[in-house]
């Protein structure tokens, strides 16, 4: 083997394709699906905090904004997440065909979109489920898109 | 017939993941058909007219048929293969992968 690893080094290379159409593309809705999840049970968390009294001292309201620093960060990380995927799959993985089939395309990604930023202003769990339910959506004319 | 009997090649493309990663080389034995046939499992980098690209691919053989053979992808889900060009003739076949760096 010590003989092959030489011989591969002193060869020139060219490229070989492993090759997949989709260029080296992988699309897939559950991305997205997984992001909306996430922004619902960061939303969750953060309605769950609560203080241990009315007025807390200053150590537990620093841990509280801390949490809640952490929580919203992932909620917008994740919301950021999914318009993204959701985008990719726009611009990239639909055809002309398939919106003509679905013609309600453009408005779904449209809406899944607006509900993503809404998402990052608000701490609102129905705003929440609506993205999820608006992404499933998505994922389901990608479904029928693979029959 | 490639009067070099080894060639090197670098992967792009994650069809033959996790076998192969893209960025990885490969000897191919130009060779290897002479004196044998090709035969289930083999990795092998083929040139053909069928595929969309201009660039040489490489899959693994699923099944021989007579002369023909059937390429697949190790990462099936993520590999464009003999599922969308059909079989392959032999004489496509550029040679057997024979080593991975």
């Given at each position: 083997?010590?003989?092959?690893?030489?011989?591969i080094?002193?060869?020139?290379?060219?490229?070989?394709?492993a090759?997949?159409?989709?260029?080296?593309?992988?699309?897939?809705?559950?991305?997205?699906?997984?992001?909306?999840?996430?922004?619902l049970?960061?939303?969750?968390?953060?309605n769950?905090?609560?203080?241990?009294?009315?007025e807390?001292?200053f150590?537990?309201?620093?841990?509280?904004?801390?949490?809640?620093s952490?929580?919203?960060?992932?909620?917008?990380?994740?919301?950021?997440?999914?318009?993204?995927?959701?985008?990719?799959?726009?611009?990239?993985?639909?055809?002309?065909?398939?919106?003509?089939k679905?013609?309600?395309?453009?408005?779904?990604?449209?809406?899944?979109?607006?509900?993503?930023?809404?998402n990052?202003?608000t701490?609102?769990?129905?705003?929440?489920?609506?993205?999820?339910?608006?992404?499933?959506?998505?994922?389901?004319?990608?479904?029928?898109?693979?029959? | 017939?490639n009067?070099?009997?080894?060639?090197r090649?670098?992967?792009?493309?994650?069809s033959?993941f996790?076998?192969?990663?893209?960025?990885?080389?490969?000897?191919?034995?130009?060779?290897a058909?002479?004196?044998?046939?090709?035969?289930?499992?083999?990795?092998?980098?083929?040139?053909?007219?069928k595929?969309?690209?201009?660039?040489?691919?490489?899959k693994?053989?699923?099944k021989?048929?007579?002369?023909?053979?059937?390429?697949i992808?190790?990462?099936?889900?993520?590999?464009t293969?003999?599922?969308n060009?059909?079989?392959?003739d032999?004489?496509?076949?550029i040679?057997?992968?024979?080593?991975?760096?």
């Amino acid at each position: 083997m010590d003989l092959m690893k030489l011989v591969i080094r002193l060869l020139p290379t060219r490229v070989v394709l492993a090759h997949c159409d989709i260029p080296c593309g992988i699309y897939d809705p559950h991305a997205a699906q997984l992001a909306a999840k996430t922004v619902l049970k960061m939303v969750s968390l953060i309605n769950e905090l609560q203080p241990s009294v009315s007025e807390p001292p200053f150590d537990e309201r620093k841990k509280i904004i801390s949490q809640i620093s952490r929580l919203t960060r992932v909620k917008e990380d994740h919301a950021e997440l999914c318009k993204r995927e959701i985008l990719i799959l726009w611009t990239d993985y639909f055809k002309a065909e398939h919106l003509e089939k679905f013609p309600n395309l453009h408005d779904l990604v449209w809406k899944v979109t607006k509900l993503c930023s809404e998402n990052k202003r608000t701490v609102d769990e129905g705003k929440a489920a609506e993205l999820i339910e608006a992404v499933d959506k998505i994922a389901e004319v990608f479904e029928q898109t693979k029959k | 017939m490639n009067i070099f009997p080894i060639q090197r090649f670098t992967i792009h493309g994650n069809s033959m993941f996790p076998t192969l990663r893209s960025g990885q080389d490969v000897l191919c034995f130009n060779w290897a058909y002479i004196f044998s046939k090709p035969k289930k499992g083999d990795m092998v980098i083929v040139q053909s007219a069928k595929f969309k690209v201009q660039s040489e691919i490489v899959k693994r053989i699923q099944k021989v048929e007579g002369n023909k053979v059937y390429l697949i992808g190790d990462n099936a889900r993520y590999s464009t293969d003999s599922r969308n060009f059909g079989l392959i003739d032999q004489s496509e076949i550029i040679g057997k992968v024979i080593f991975v760096r």
